[in-house]
């Protein structure tokens, strides 16, 4: 793909290459095994942000779950600090918006460190609007480029001295995180999964602190 993409960049004259921003999914194993932040990793993420932006962005990721297209496309109207949620309407990718990849509306919500932190980020002289998106271009307002993103999340990390996991494993740390204090159905409309089974890896993945007690006393005489 990327071979015929650089052949296209220079028989059309793209000024980019369109593919170059596009997370490539996790390899499959056999484990279904994943990777994930702990909750004093992440605090060190956001405390190595560039900006107030960027450590809002790392930050919600983390504790709400949304995927880096829907971060983007997050509008200020979204935001309901009063009722503690996050609305996710959209997703922001290769150019274009599009619904979630789950195809439907959802609610997330909002822990309140996630809240004070998109509060502090409104405070900004220009585009705190409800129309206006909540993370923006630096310059213009518009959507956020993606690859700059991605470039100082990763600076970011080295400056944490954190483990080059990827910016999506903050979203598989929210699922390993609420999967251990809610029920699965809760945890999947929270994620947008389309299919339950989608959500019960992080069933698998986070053991429950009781589950050896409960497994002594099926065997208590």
Same mark, same amino acid.
């Given at each position: 793909?990327?071979?015929? /993409? ?24 056999? $484990? ?5 932040? $702990?909750?004093?990793?992440? /605090? ?33 109207? @979204?935001?309901?600090?009063? +009722? ?22 959802? $609610? ?66 929210? +699922? ?6 809610? @029920? ?6 929270? /994620? ?7 959500? /019960? ?8 602190? @009781? ?11």
């Amino acid at each position: 793909m990327g071979g015929i /993409m650089k052949r296209a960049r220079k028989a059309y004259g793209l000024p980019f290459n369109p593919v170059t921003d596009v997370e490539k999914p996790p390899a499959p194993t056999a $484990s279904g095994d994943i990777e994930v932040f $702990s909750p004093e990793e992440v /605090m060190a993420l956001v405390e190595a942000a560039a900006s107030v932006q960027d450590a809002a962005i790392y930050l919600t990721a983390a504790f709400s779950g949304l995927r880096r297209g829907e971060l983007i496309a997050l509008r200020w109207r @979204d935001v309901d600090v009063t +009722g503690s949620t996050i609305r996710v309407r959209a997703s922001y990718s290769d150019g274009a918006l599009a619904t979630p990849k789950s195809g439907k509306v959802r $609610s997330v919500p909002m822990a309140p460190n996630v809240t004070e932190a998109l509060t502090k980020l409104r405070q900004r002289p220009l585009w705190n609007a409800d129309d206006d998106l909540v993370f923006v271009g630096r310059r213009t307002g518009t959507f956020l480029d993606g690859r700059a993103l991605r470039r100082r999340y990763q600076d970011a990390l080295d400056r944490a001295g954190l483990r080059r996991l990827r910016f999506h494993d903050l979203r598989h740390t929210f +699922g390993t995180r609420v999967i251990a204090k809610a @029920d699965i159905r809760r945890v999947q409309e929270w /994620m947008g999964h389309a299919d339950v089974k989608t959500t /019960m890896r992080y069933l698998h993945y986070t053991p429950r602190k @009781d589950d050896a007690a409960l497994v002594a006393s099926a065997f208590d005489a």
